[in-house]
C-alpha cells in the first residue's frame, strides 16, 4: 500500500482544478493505495466527502509555535538561496529530516508528497513527512528547489493539465485526460435551502476576487432581467465579502427579481445549488471551476486572466473574452482604469445564453 499526501491548501477554484489528482493516483496504483489531502478547514467541503480521498488532515490542526517560528526563519533564507545546490538547501533539508516541525506528518509515514501549492507552508509540512516530494513545473518561488519538478512542457497550458502532468515523475505512469473529480452530492439535499425546490433557476457569481475580474452590476442587471423573462428564476452566489453588490444591484432592480444566497451557504450547499442549476453564469470564480467540475452549463466572463490557463476545462466554448490587447494582463486593478469586462455586451451573453440552454433542451 503506497501511502500518498497531496498538499492544496487554498483556494475554491484550485482546489477543485486540482481534484483530478486522486483520482489519477487511484488509476496509477490500481487502488493500492491511501490518499490523504491536506487543505485549509474552511474548505473541507471540497474534499471530506471525495470518493478518491481517504483521509483529509487541515493545516490549522499542524501549526504550533514551533511550526510559525520556523516558518519566518525558513522563509527569510529561502530568498537568499539562488542554488538547488546550496549548503543551506542541504542544511534544511537535514534539519527538518531530523527534527520535524511537525511530529504528525512523519508518523503517518507518507511515501510521495505531492505539493499542488508550492508555498512556504506547504513545504515545510512535505519536509516534515521525510519523504519523496513532488512539485507543478509552475512553483517558481524557491520552494521548488526541495523538491523533483519535470521540465516545462509547452505543449501544457491548463492548470489542470499542469496539475496532472506533475504524475508523470511516478513509475509506470499513464494520465488519463477522462477523469473523475470524485464528488458524492444528493441532488435533493439542499437542507434550509426550500426556496429553490421544484424550480428552475440560474446561478450568478456577482463578484470575483479581483476587481478587475468584476462584471459591472448595471450590466448584470440586463442580465437577471433576461434570465426572469425566459423564466428562469436568478440565484445569488458568493461570499459575506460581495454582499456589498446586493444594496447596488437594488437600485437598479426590484428584490423579487433574484434569490439572495450571497454569504448564506456553506460550500456543500453552494455545490447542491449550482449543481441543480440549469446555467451558472460569472466571471472567473471557483463556483465556474464546481459548475464545470459538475458539467453544468456554464458562461464565463474573461479578460485580465487567461482562459487557457483559468478557464472551464470541460466548456472552454463557453468562455467571452473581452477584445482589448491588454487582456490576460493578470492585473488586480486597471492601469489604464478600464472596466474590463464592460467590453462584453449584453447582446453577446444574450446570445450564448439562448445558445447553451437550446444545446441542453437538444440532449
Same mark, same amino acid.
Given at each position: 500500500?503506497?501511502?500518498?499526501?497531496?498538499? /492544496?491548501?487554498?483556494?475554491?477554484?484550485?482546489?477543485?482544478?486540482?481534484?483530478?489528482?486522486?483520482?489519477?493516483?487511484?488509476?496509477?496504483?490500481?487502488?493500492?493505495?491511501?490518499?490523504?489531502?491536506?487543505?485549509?478547514?474552511?474548505?473541507?467541503?471540497?474534499?471530506?466527502?471525495?470518493?478518491?480521498?481517504?483521509?483529509?488532515?487541515?493545516?490549522?490542526?499542524?501549526?504550533?509555535?514551533?511550526?510559525?517560528?520556523?516558518?519566518?526563519?525558513? /522563509?527569510?533564507?529561502?530568498?537568499?538561496?539562488?542554488?538547488?545546490?546550496?549548503?543551506?538547501?542541504?542544511?534544511?533539508?537535514?534539519?527538518?529530516?531530523?527534527?520535524?516541525?511537525?511530529?504528525?506528518?512523519?508518523?503517518?509515514?507518507?511515501?510521495?508528497?505531492?505539493?499542488?501549492?508550492?508555498?512556504?507552508?506547504?513545504?515545510?509540512?512535505?519536509?516534515? !513527512?521525510?519523504?519523496?516530494?513532488?512539485?507543478?513545473?509552475?512553483?517558481?518561488?524557491?520552494?521548488?528547489?526541495?523538491?523533483?519538478?519535470?521540465?516545462?512542457?509547452?505543449?501544457?497550458?491548463?492548470?489542470?493539465?499542469?496539475?496532472?502532468?506533475?504524475?508523470?515523475?511516478?513509475?509506470?505512469?499513464?494520465?488519463?485526460?477522462?477523469?473523475?473529480?470524485?464528488?458524492?452530492?444528493?441532488?435533493?439535499?439542499?437542507?434550509?435551502?426550500?426556496?429553490?425546490?421544484?424550480?428552475?433557476?440560474?446561478?450568478? !457569481?456577482?463578484?470575483?476576487?479581483?476587481?478587475?475580474?468584476?462584471?459591472?452590476?448595471?450590466?448584470?442587471?440586463?442580465?437577471?432581467?433576461?434570465?426572469?423573462?425566459?423564466?428562469?428564476?436568478?440565484?445569488?452566489?458568493?461570499?459575506?465579502?460581495?454582499? +456589498?453588490?446586493?444594496?447596488?444591484?437594488?437600485?437598479?432592480?426590484?428584490?423579487?427579481?433574484?434569490?439572495?444566497?450571497?454569504?448564506?451557504?456553506?460550500?456543500?450547499?453552494?455545490?447542491?445549488?449550482?449543481?441543480?442549476? +440549469?446555467?451558472?453564469?460569472?466571471?472567473?470564480?471557483? !463556483?465556474?471551476?464546481?459548475?464545470?467540475?459538475?458539467?453544468?452549463?456554464?458562461?464565463?466572463?474573461?479578460?485580465?486572466?487567461?482562459?487557457?490557463?483559468?478557464?472551464?476545462?470541460?466548456?472552454?466554448?463557453?468562455?467571452?473574452?473581452?477584445?482589448?490587447?491588454?487582456?490576460?494582463?493578470?492585473?488586480?486593478?486597471?492601469?489604464?482604469?478600464?472596466?474590463?469586462?464592460?467590453?462584453?455586451?449584453?447582446?453577446?451573453?444574450?446570445?450564448?445564453?439562448?445558445?447553451?440552454?437550446?444545446?441542453?433542451?437538444?440532449?
Amino acid at each position: 500500500m503506497t501511502r500518498i499526501l497531496i498538499i /492544496r491548501l487554498s483556494s475554491i477554484g484550485d482546489i477543485v482544478m486540482a481534484l483530478p489528482v486522486a483520482e489519477s493516483l487511484k488509476k496509477i496504483y490500481r487502488n493500492n493505495c491511501e490518499i490523504t489531502w491536506l487543505t485549509r478547514e474552511c474548505f473541507r467541503d471540497l474534499v471530506d466527502t471525495n470518493e478518491f480521498i481517504d483521509k483529509v488532515l487541515y493545516i490549522e490542526n499542524l501549526k504550533n509555535y514551533q511550526f510559525r517560528v520556523i516558518k519566518e526563519i525558513f /522563509r527569510i533564507y529561502n530568498k537568499k538561496v539562488t542554488s538547488k545546490n546550496s549548503i543551506l538547501i542541504k542544511f534544511w533539508k537535514k534539519f527538518f529530516k531530523n527534527f520535524p516541525v511537525n511530529q504528525i506528518m512523519q508518523s503517518n509515514n507518507y511515501d510521495i508528497v505531492i505539493d499542488l501549492q508550492g508555498s512556504i507552508e506547504s513545504v515545510i509540512l512535505a519536509m516534515s !513527512a521525510n519523504s519523496k516530494i513532488i512539485m507543478p513545473y509552475f512553483v517558481n518561488n524557491g520552494t521548488e528547489r526541495f523538491a523533483i519538478q519535470r521540465a516545462k512542457n509547452t505543449n501544457i497550458v491548463h492548470r489542470i493539465d499542469e496539475y496532472l502532468d506533475s504524475l508523470n515523475l511516478l513509475e509506470n505512469t499513464e494520465i488519463s485526460k477522462n477523469f473523475n473529480y470524485g464528488w458524492k452530492i444528493d441532488r435533493n439535499n439542499i437542507e434550509d435551502l426550500s426556496c429553490l425546490k421544484e424550480i428552475n433557476y440560474a446561478v450568478i !457569481a456577482l463578484a470575483t476576487q479581483w476587481e478587475s475580474k468584476n462584471y459591472p452590476i448595471k450590466d448584470w442587471v440586463k442580465i437577471i432581467k433576461y434570465l426572469n423573462q425566459i423564466k428562469l428564476k436568478v440565484v445569488l452566489v458568493g461570499n459575506n465579502d460581495d454582499k +456589498k453588490y446586493i444594496k447596488i444591484l437594488n437600485k437598479y432592480i426590484d428584490e423579487n427579481c433574484y434569490i439572495d444566497l450571497i454569504g448564506k451557504t456553506t460550500l456543500k450547499e453552494l455545490i447542491v445549488v449550482i449543481n441543480n442549476s +440549469k446555467i451558472l453564469l460569472s466571471g472567473d470564480t471557483g !463556483a465556474m471551476h464546481i459548475a464545470d467540475s459538475l458539467n453544468i452549463p456554464l458562461i464565463t466572463l474573461m479578460g485580465p486572466t487567461d482562459p487557457n490557463v483559468w478557464g472551464p476545462y470541460n466548456q472552454p466554448q463557453n468562455v467571452i473574452s473581452v477584445n482589448y490587447e491588454c487582456k490576460n494582463c493578470y492585473k488586480h486593478k486597471c492601469p489604464l482604469n478600464r472596466i474590463c469586462l464592460e467590453d462584453i455586451s449584453f447582446d453577446t451573453i444574450k446570445k450564448n445564453i439562448d445558445r447553451i440552454l437550446d444545446e441542453d433542451i437538444e440532449k
